[in-house]
């Protein structure tokens, strides 16, 4: 997933981090997609995405952090409520899907 460096080789030489505070809710989330057309997983993953820009219109309060493969979380926020609210509106986004197995956990 993502850029991938095969075959490339550097030295880092200078860097610089950003650190922000850890979040005190976290949500996992897997999707599954399977079958022989990836249709669906089109039609789930386009939908997500733009769940993101109604979350950024509605305050910004939850942080979807991943959207790969795995990772040790995909969605966080402060407020437990609006991650919640991101959480069962994802769950609902997938599950009208043929091909498509979705969990969440804690």
Known sequence: PGVQK?????????????????????????????????????L???????????IREEGDLVKISALEEFGPKYLDSDDEAALQSAVDTIL????????????AAR
């Open 6 to 42: 095969e075959g490339v080789d550097g030295i880092i030489t200078e860097c610089c981090f950003a650190l922000y505070p850890k979040p005190s809710n976290s949500r996992v989330l897997c999707l599954e997609f399977f079958g022989r057309s990836m249709r669906n997983a089109m």
């Open 44 to 54: 789930v993953i386009k939908d997500v995405v733009a769940l993101r820009d109604t």
């Open 92 to 103: 609902s986004i997938a599950q009208p899907y043929d091909g498509v197995d979705i969990f």
